[in-house]
Each structure stands twice: as structure tokens, then as C-alpha cells.
């Protein structure tokens, strides 16, 4: 018993040390699931080589239960770098033991994160037979990222979204909400996951059923589901030359209120909008065909509860005359945004009208060390408007002196005088540095604007402006006099230069 006690503790002690990790459990094989599914992978100077070989882990971790080919699972690497690069094309590695090998060997490129570019380079080979992607599967793509970009991602990534590409975000570090949450499909709760890179396993499960999700619906179905929208996503059944579509929606509860629309052949995605809140749609999408007939498909679409925006507001780059002001989220059912600012206190009110599609706007022509109350107003298509409120506080407007001067007022004596420096000044500090003998530093109200320094035949003066803040940017002259001598008494010579 002592014996077999020892060695349970002796693995218990080694399995704490990291030394014995278990591997996870066998996944069942996921087959009869079609589509291509691209991983965008941080391959910046931005990640470390260690975050860098975790997420490769993630990456395996997730497919490895997938089956590959042809008529299964294809997928593939970006790299976001300086130059986005394609680490190999969807059907090069078509087995679970190349695709493992070919992952373990994929190395790190470094450089910018231009994740823009990458982006534009996804959606071109996302549609691309050279590079394996085929025209009549889902589309997905999982973005791994750190949460830095040094380009914009908004319209690139709008472009994927409307090719019909489902998008997933990891971001494993600090990353911007507002930005993500916009980038991701919608709803962003369920495409969009903020985990520590060390805490990736806990995410592996939720992300491959949101996956699955997609791929394993080949016909009519619906992604991007809002309170007020969906977008309706089907295989390429027509051309624009062999026929088109006809479109029937309508609530569920309501057929009355069913509506019919016609689309174009050559379209395999539409947005609808102007819907209802939680309510049931039905949805049939008949293709009609010149060359063959195809049978109509129908999918049912609960719309989300509507969502209260804004329901976050921020506030961001105060400076001594201006801020910006962001909120979230941005909803399809709000057609305009007011920003109300004033001071506080005060009774006077600007306005400024936002288009409900952006989630932002810059504040300008503000006065200086001044508290504002700002109120964002979501107006809705319904006429209806919710309100949301916080304090901004604008910087002090830092300053420095302007023609600093001196004038002699004894053979050792000058006169240091200085113009005013703009904004709330508290005082004034004026350092003097002797080249020969002790330095000085004096502190002068508001009002002062000259001093009087002796002992000095040459140094350096600055005078600097003090705010309730911080301090202002100094001003320094340098000054040289050649002393008096006993022939000529108090006559001298005075040089001063600025510097």
C-alpha cells in the first residue's frame, strides 16, 4: 500500500511539474462536411515566437477531427507580415498526417503586421483555383491576432464578408472591441473571442461547432443574423444567361405580410432588411432555370431581440481643443446618431448628426481644460431614440515664451524679460545656469514676466511656463559678457544669442 501510495504521488508531483501532460482525449472524425477554411495567422515581429508556436498547437487542435479532400475539408495559411504569403494552397496537403507536418513546419515570417493587405490577398485566393479554393463550398476564415494592425481592415474586410466569407476572430491580446466586433460575423458573440494565448484549448470546442455550423449548411441558409437583418447565403445554382431567382420572406406568425422580390442568377448572397425583432421568417428561394430544373429551398430565420445601441460610449485622443467619441455596437435598425456636447456647467448645446453606419466622429473647436458632457442618440428607423451620456475633459493648452531678452543693468547684473505665454499660466520658472559660479532657479507669479539675475557673465537662462498640469516648453538664450576692467569702469560689451 505505502509502495503504490509513493508512485501515485510521484505522478501526481510530475503531471504538477508540466513534465507528464496528458494528451487530449481522441475526437471523433467529422465527416460529410464541405468547404474551404483559410486561417489568417499573425506572422508579424508583433508575436513572439513563443505565442507564435501556441497558436500553431490551436490551429491543429481545432481540424484535426475533420476529414480532408476533395469532397471534404481544404485548408490553408495566410501570413500577415510585411507581404501577406500563402503558406500552401487548399489541396496540396489533403491527409491529417501531412496537413499536421506541413503545420509544424510552418515558420514565422516576422515584419509588419499589414493585415489589410492580407486580407485583400485572402479574398483573392479564397476565390482563386489556382491556389485549391473551390467556387461552390463555404466559405471561412480565422483570424488569429494580437489585436495590432498597421492599416485598415474595415473595407477589406467588408469585401470578404460580402463573397460570402463567414469571418472568426481570436484575439489573444489587448485588441481594439469596437474594431473586432465590427469585423467579425455577426452576432460578434459568436464569431469573436478574446482568450490568452496560454487559454486557446478553451475556445477549440465552440469555435469548431461555429465552423461546423457553417460548412455543413450546403443550401439556403443564414449568417449575420441582427434584430433587424440577416444575410441569406446559397450554392451556385445559376448564371446571369441561365435564369434567376425568385425570393419569398415573410413572418412566420404573419403570412399575410410575405414579400417577393427577384435576383439576378449570377448572386449567390442577399441582405435582407428592415425586419422585425425576434420574429420568425419564413424563407424560400426558388431558382428559376432555362437549362434545368432545380427544386426551391427554404430555410427558417429568428431575428435577434433588439439590441440598445449605444451601450457603450468613449471617449479617446483628448486634446487641448478636441476629442473623439465612439460607441457601441453599431446596429442596422439605427439610421442616424446625434452627439450633443456642452460644457459643464453651462446651457449651451452643439449637435452633431453622425450616418448610422460609422461609430465614431471627432469633436473639434472645444475650449481648453474644460469638462464637456457629451450624449450619443441612436436614432432608430422606427422612429424610436435611446440615449447615452458620459463626461470628456479637455487638456490644458500648453505653451512656451516668446522673445526672451535680456538688458544690463550693472557691470554683473542683467535683466531677463520674456512676452507672455499663451493659456492658463500658474507662474513662471526661470533656471539659470552659470558658466562660472552657483545656478538658480526662481518661480514668479503670472503677472511677472521680467527678473532681474546677477552674478553672471555668461550661461544659460530658460524660462519655462507652469500650468496646474504640467509644465510648458521652455525657452533658453545663451548669454556671454566680457567683464568690466579698471580702464573702462562700467563699460562694457554685452553678446547674447539665442540658442
Not at 71 to 77: L, R, Y
Not at 435 to 464: A, E, F, M, W, Y
Amino acid at each position: 500500500m505505502l509502495a503504490k501510495a509513493l508512485l501515485c504521488l510521484g505522478l501526481w508531483l510530475r503531471l504538477a511539474a508540466g513534465r507528464d501532460t496528458p494528451e487530449p482525449g481522441p475526437q471523433p472524425s467529422i465527416s460529410n462536411t464541405q468547404g474551404d477554411l483559410l486561417f489568417l495567422l499573425d506572422s508579424s515581429a508583433s508575436v513572439s515566437h513563443y505565442e507564435f508556436s501556441r497558436v500553431k498547437e490551436f490551429m491543429w487542435d481545432l481540424l484535426h477531427p475533420f476529414t480532408f479532400g476533395p469532397g471534404d475539408i481544404q485548408t490553408s495559411i495566410i501570413h500577415i507580415s510585411t507581404t501577406p504569403t500563402m503558406e500552401f494552397p487548399f489541396d496540396q496537403y489533403l491527409t491529417s498526417d501531412t496537413l499536421r507536418k506541413a503545420i509544424r513546419d510552418t515558420r514565422q515570417l516576422m515584419g509588419d503586421t499589414n493585415t489589410g493587405k492580407a486580407l485583400s490577398y485572402a479574398k483573392e485566393k479564397l476565390s482563386s483555383g489556382e491556389a485549391g479554393a473551390r467556387p461552390d463550398v463555404p466559405k471561412v476564415l480565422v483570424w488569429v491576432t494580437d489585436g495590432f494592425s498597421t492599416d485598415d481592415i474595415s473595407e477589406p474586410m467588408q469585401l470578404l464578408k460580402d463573397m460570402g466569407v463567414t469571418v472568426f476572430i481570436i484575439s489573444t491580446g489587448r485588441g481594439n472591441f469596437l474594431q473586432l466586433s465590427a469585423a467579425a460575423s455577426q452576432p460578434s458573440d459568436k464569431h469573436l473571442h478574446f482568450v490568452d494565448v496560454d487559454d486557446l484549448p478553451i475556445i477549440t470546442k465552440e469555435l469548431r461547432d461555429g465552423i461546423l455550423d457553417v460548412l455543413q449548411a450546403s443550401r439556403l441558409h443564414a449568417t449575420d443574423v441582427t434584430s433587424s437583418s440577416f444575410r441569406l447565403l446559397w450554392p451556385k445554382l445559376l448564371s446571369q444567361d441561365t435564369g434567376y431567382y425568385s425570393l419569398e420572406y415573410g413572418p412566420r406568425a404573419d403570412p399575410a405580410r410575405k414579400r417577393t422580390q427577384q435576383v439576378s442568377g449570377a448572386h449567390t448572397s442577399l441582405v435582407l432588411r428592415d425586419l422585425a425583432p425576434e420574429t420568425t421568417y419564413e424563407v424560400v428561394l426558388i431558382p428559376e432555370s432555362n437549362v434545368h430544373y432545380f427544386p426551391p429551398q427554404s430555410t427558417r430565420v429568428t431575428t435577434l431581440a433588439e439590441e440598445i445601441s449605444p451601450v457603450q460610449v468613449l471617449i479617446s485622443e483628448s486634446g487641448p481643443r478636441s476629442f473623439q467619441v465612439s460607441w457601441a455596437p453599431v446596429l442596422d435598425s439605427v439610421a442616424s446618431y446625434q452627439v450633443l456636447y456642452g460644457p459643464l456647467p453651462g446651457n449651451s448645446v452643439e449637435v452633431l448628426e453622425v450616418d448610422g453606419r460609422h461609430n465614431s466622429t471627432v469633436v473639434e473647436h472645444l475650449a481648453p481644460n474644460t469638462t464637456y458632457l457629451v450624449t450619443v442618440t441612436a436614432i432608430y428607423r422606427s422612429g424610436k431614440e435611446r440615449s447615452l451620456s458620459a463626461k470628456a475633459c479637455t487638456q490644458e493648452e500648453i505653451s512656451k515664451v516668446s522673445h526672451l531678452r535680456f538688458e544690463a543693468m550693472g557691470p554683473n547684473t542683467l535683466r531677463a524679460s520674456w512676452d507672455p505665454a499663451a493659456g492658463a499660466v500658474r507662474g513662471y520658472r526661470v533656471r539659470c545656469r552659470r558658466h562660472s559660479g552657483r545656478s538658480s532657479v526662481l518661480s514668479v507669479s503670472p503677472q511677472v514676466h521680467s527678473v532681474l539675475l546677477s552674478d553672471i557673465t555668461s550661461g544659460k537662462v530658460c524660462v519655462q511656463p507652469v500650468y496646474s498640469s504640467q509644465p510648458g516648453q521652455s525657452l533658453c538664450r545663451t548669454v556671454h559678457r566680457q567683464p568690466a576692467t579698471e580702464a573702462q569702469g562700467y563699460r562694457h560689451r554685452e553678446r547674447d544669442r539665442p540658442e
